[in-house]
């Protein structure tokens, strides 16, 4: 028989670790957006479900913007390294 501390854990076997406190987000991601949906479908009222319409709006919406983002970040690359390859052939402009 395993012998219990005063924690709760049983000797022998390790203690599940504690979620991490996380500070807030300024931007939400895929996986908080199915995290709300899930939610969203444990609590909505049977009788009166939400359409099924508004779900794929908003999936692809979240898609859309997500898309953006992507392409922004990707774009922000591209500027930053033309930026780089003009600074270098660029001569120097001549002061007087």
Do not use: C
Not at 14 to 22: G, I, L, M
Not at 49 to 65: R, S
């Amino acid at each position: 028989m395993n012998s219990v501390d005063s924690t709760g854990n049983v000797a022998g076997v390790p203690a599940a670790q504690q979620p991490t406190a996380k500070g807030p987000k300024s931007t939400l991601d895929q996986g908080d957006f199915l995290r709300l949906l899930t939610a969203q479908l444990q609590n909505q009222d049977p009788t009166k479900p939400v359409d099924n319409f508004q779900y794929v709006q908003q999936m692809a919406m979240f898609a859309q913007i997500e898309g953006g983002s992507a392409t922004n970040t990707k774009l922000d690359a591209v500027v930053d390294r033309l930026d780089q390859l003009i600074a270098r052939i660029s001569p120097p402009e001549a002061s007087n």
